[in-house]
């Protein structure tokens, strides 16, 4: 049982960062929460008058005079929850076979990889998106490669599209799907391999009934950790997709440094929290819950 003493040195070793989260995280998640309910001025800022017509203008419950709907809100989230979804889809494509074929190996190459695959973290984001600019645009690395092979025989446009940015999302956010997955294939009992095999089942049906159960908490943490980051996203739609490419993140910029509706972009930024909300909680319920158990 705790003594006060006990009690009283935890609260001292927690007081630091429990400042620093409210100071620096609680502090301005409730400035924007306050400033979505808040008018916008005429020239920037905000006005201290309630305002709900910024969330009327998202939602359908526009006055009509000073705020109109308009339904192209709802398709930029839409075409943003689309894209975070089909991006977690192909990182858990493409990091599932891997991890499976990394826990394989010996553990001085499993170190090795896992380096590798965590090596671009040590170059700029930026940089590394202006180097898909310089594959995918049209005179590309890619399309002069496929020319020069007789593949293709006019340049492929690929830069500016969805394809773009599904390609670089899923290039920087590759290692939030694979670490998770990688943790959690490395924890597998291997006697309920050995099981399945005994008991007849084909290498389809062990993955199908054994792996694949026993990872699940690892695709549902790799998930969350991509989806978020996916659905939030602006820089890699600013580069890769130009202003064909619409996401949410880059509307929420716009309206905070191009037309200077704060409260506005606030409230655009207090729904991405809560639909991240959300999914945390269900992730934290129902995958979370059942690992810790486990």
Request: aromatic letters at 14%.
């Amino acid at each position: 049982m705790a003594t006060k003493r006990d009690l009283r040195s935890l609260s001292t070793l927690l007081t630091p960062s429990t400042l620093f989260l409210g100071i620096f995280f609680l502090g301005p998640l409730a400035v924007m929460i306050i400033f979505s309910f808040l008018e916008p001025g005429v020239y920037g800022g905000v006005v201290w008058n309630f305002y709900h017509w910024n969330y009327g203008r998202i939602l359908g419950w526009a006055d009509g005079e000073w705020e109109d709907f308009d339904p192209v809100y709802i398709d930029i989230f839409l075409r943003s929850v689309r894209l975070a979804l089909t991006n977690v889809g192909i990182t858990l494509l493409v990091c599932y076979p891997a991890a499976l074929w990394v826990s394989g190996l010996s553990a001085r190459w499993r170190t090795f990889v896992v380096f590798i695959i965590t090596l671009p973290f040590f170059v700029s984001l930026v940089v590394r998106l202006f180097c898909w600019v310089l594959i995918l645009r049209p005179s590309g690395f890619l399309s002069t490669s496929l020319m020069g092979l007789g593949i293709i025989s006019e340049p492929i446009d690929i830069i500016y599209t969805e394809t773009a940015v599904l390609i670089g999302m899923a290039y920087i956010l590759l290692p939030f799907m694979f670490l998770p997955l990688y943790a959690s294939i490395e924890k597998l009992d291997h006697s309920l391999l050995e099981a399945s095999a005994d008991l007849g089942a084909n290498p389809f049906q062990t993955f199908w009934r054994v792996i694949l159960p026993c990872t699940l908490p690892g695709i549902a943490a790799g998930a969350v950790l991509v989806f978020i980051p996916s659905l939030g996203n602006f820089i890699v739609p600013d580069l890769l997709g130009g202003a064909k490419v619409m996401m949410i993140g880059n509307l929420i910029e716009q309206q905070f440094l191009s037309a200077r509706n704060w409260p506005f972009g606030s409230a655009l930024s207090v729904m991405i929290m809560l639909v991240m909300f959300m999914l945390i909680v269900f992730y934290l319920r129902r995958i979370g819950r059942s690992e810790i158990v486990r």
